[in-house]
């Protein structure tokens, strides 16, 4: 069921939020979580019920292993983490990684898969990063081991559980008992999240939707582009991925609002950055948060003493783990090695140069860097990313646009023209979503905003371009 389909947006979502509103009343709001823990099996087994086990098997696994670590003293305490860590890179690696370092492989070279391909379980890298991330929190003291009652509420939250964004088990499980209202008027947060709500569904099928019309037909049907195609074409991917992913996470922020939850925000228009460094704090924040506290500065603290050279070799590698954990790929292992020298860099250049670049400057060479990084994470192999590139600096017809020409056979003007040029405006100009909906108050004329919103996606998710979320496959 996903986010932008109808059956979730008219039937699942009103019923789940007037239903959790009526059983916070009537039966208080232990009876509340253990509503939404039942919504979020039902959800998250109507992909397919088999992976309930997976996901549940995860659950009472990680709640185990933190009991254990919180109960244990001494040297032990930290091999009950090692166990846990363990456990959950395996757990991964068995279903995205394991043929993919097979073949890396000599021995294995020119073979067929060594074992078969398994089907992955829906939201397998948020679900386990989420308490890879509760196990370390709770080593570090920072919480304790909760119950499982509310590590399954925890892990399971449907807005989430699926695509993020990256949870901490310190900043949602005290806020369960505000599940339906905390004050039997729950009138306003419902309100937020649906304004919140409206502006992601909007992003996901007009604006991500329209970028893709382009970005598909480049990547998949062209074989010869002139420069000003690829950067067209590597562009509105750019557009796309933006639009897709954050307006998945406002729709899961939006709907965990409205059942009186708050997620942090996971955008803050990041495409606007002047750095790379600003653009990965603006950038899927959740996993530039888990990068930094749980991969990058570990590393840094393994390699003694720091350093400005450690800290570049620190960010280098968990950039390419960050990379390789959005799939079994080499083209997310280059693309995250490409962020992770970018970063590096920029640190350098910060601290080394004392030079300082005009801001529309910084911003150019930011924007232009993020888009080559993105053609590795779109393309399917390496060499087709390098085709596109070599293409982008191509001298040869730079500005032949045969190709745009036949696209317009299958693009329409009138429909997907306004949508791409507010696309545009919207990425660089005006307030973002989630600055809008820090400001939200309910009124009329955000009434009307949020139902005009909703009217024109509907005629979107009424067409044959509706699509999947770029990270479901994740």
Known sequence: MLFNSFQYILLFLPVVVITLIAVRRLAGARAAQLFVLLVSVVFYGWFR?????????????????????????????????????????GFLSTFKYINFLARTLPFAHGREHLIPDLESPLGLSFFTLTQVMYLVDCYE?????????????????????????????????????????????????????????????????????????????????????????????????????????????????????????????NFDAPLRSVSLIEFWQRWHISLSGFITTYLYTPMLRGLGRVSL????????????????????????VVFGLLHGAGLALNSLWRRKS???????????LTILYVDVAFVFFRSATLWDALRLLCDLVSWHHPLGAANLVQMRANFSWPIFGPPLLFGLLAAFIGKSSEARAREFRPHWKTALLCGLGFAISALFLNSEITASFIYFKF
């Not at 897709?244 to 922020?253: E, R």
């Open 309 to 332: 050279a450690k800290s570049m070799l620190a960010t280098l590698l968990a950039m390419a783990i960050a990379g390789l954990w959005h799939g079994p790929s080499w083209t997310f």
């Open 49 to 89: 019920s088999s992976f309930l086990w997976y996901l549940g098997g995860s659950i009472v696994a990680n709640w185990f292993l933190a009991r254990r670590i919180a109960s244990a003293e001494g040297p032990s305490r930290k091999r009950w983490l090692q166990l846990g860590l363990v456990a959950n890179v």
């Open 354 to 364: 004392g030079v300082r670049l005009p801001r529309a400057l910084s911003w150019l």
């Open 141 to 265: 003291s920072v919480l304790p081991a909760s119950t499982l009652f509310d590590h399954a509420t925890f892990v399971s939250f449907f807005p989430y559980v699926i695509s993020g964004p990256l949870a901490r088990a310190k900043r949602m499980i005290h806020q369960f008992g505000n599940f339906g209202g905390t004050d039997g008027r729950p009138t306003e947060s419902v309100s937020r999240g649906l304004f919140l709500f409206s502006m992601g569904l909007f992003k996901k099928a007009v604006f991500a939707q329209t970028f893709s019309q382009i970005a598909d037909f480049g990547f998949n049907s062209v074989q010869h582009r002139s420069a000003l195609e690829a950067a067209v074409f590597s562009g509105a991917y750019m557009f796309q991925i933006y639009f897709d992913f954050s307006g998945y996470s406002d729709m899961a922020i939006g709907t965990a609002e409205m059942l009186g939850i708050t997620i942090p925000p």
